[in-house]
């Protein structure tokens, strides 16, 4: 059984991903800065989901097979610099976006570099596999009756990596997209930022992204 550990998964987003990937027969490892509060997420959703799952640090998570980060992207310096060498080898997939909530709500780049963009600099021995930005963490909860709704993208320079990324997207009930390259990394996080929006404007909603495939015979 394969074994993800979630970096920052005791917050909403991490905790939801978590039970989808519970549900999805992977080997869930809770991770947080303390050990003890990670160790209670983990105990509090086990017993409300009816599911295992092993909690403590960030470094504790990073002992799983693949690695899944949904911290805050402006702690990305902060939490990931005291893990880096736990990171050698390993897929890292990352779902974040540093978005700047206001009237209108927008994507904003440190450095002007996606999330996913800083992370590759930072640890160029991971490989790292973006995903799952434009997909809100209620959806989670509500795998797989969303497949027919929403798609998710799929980011990496390593092909190895995506492909084992992409699988776990279709395992959790969803279709991955592949996106060659980086050059779009900051699209997707607008992306993130407009759906947002959306579903501040039109209240109720969870917007999402599907992909319509608009070629005709000729």
Not at 113 to 127: F, G, M, N, T, V
Not at 160 to 180: C, F, H, M, T, Y
Not at 194 to 214: E, F, M, P, R, T
Request: charged share 25%; glycine share 8%.
């Amino acid at each position: 059984m394969t074994s993800i550990g979630i970096i920052g998964g005791t917050g909403s987003f991490g905790s939801n991903l978590a039970v989808a990937l519970g549900r999805a027969g992977y080997k869930v490892i809770i991770g947080s800065r303390n050990k003890e509060k990670g160790e209670k997420r983990a105990e509090e959703l086990s017993l409300k989901h009816l599911l295992s799952f092993k909690g403590g640090t960030n470094l504790d998570a990073c002992s799983a097979d693949i690695i899944w980060s949904t911290i805050p992207s402006d702690q990305i310096d902060v939490i990931f610099n005291p893990l880096i060498s736990a990171f050698t080898g390993k897929i890292l997939i990352e779902s974040m976006v540093n978005i700047k909530f206001g009237k209108f709500i927008k994507a904003e780049f440190i450095e002007n570099k996606s999330s996913y963009e800083r992370i590759r600099d930072l640890i160029p021995e991971a490989k790292v596999v973006s995903t799952m930005k434009t997909f809100s963490a209620s959806s989670l909860l509500n795998l797989p009756t969303t497949t027919e709704l929403q798609d998710v993208f799929v980011m990496s320079l390593d092909d190895d990596a995506a492909l084992e990324v992409e699988k776990i997207i279709s395992n959790l009930g969803l279709r991955g997209i592949r996106i060659q390259g980086k050059a779009h990394s900051k699209t997707i996080e607008g992306m993130t930022a407009l759906a947002i929006q959306l579903n501040k404007d039109y209240k109720g909603s969870h917007v999402g992204y599907k992909l319509v495939n608009l070629k005709t015979d000729e």
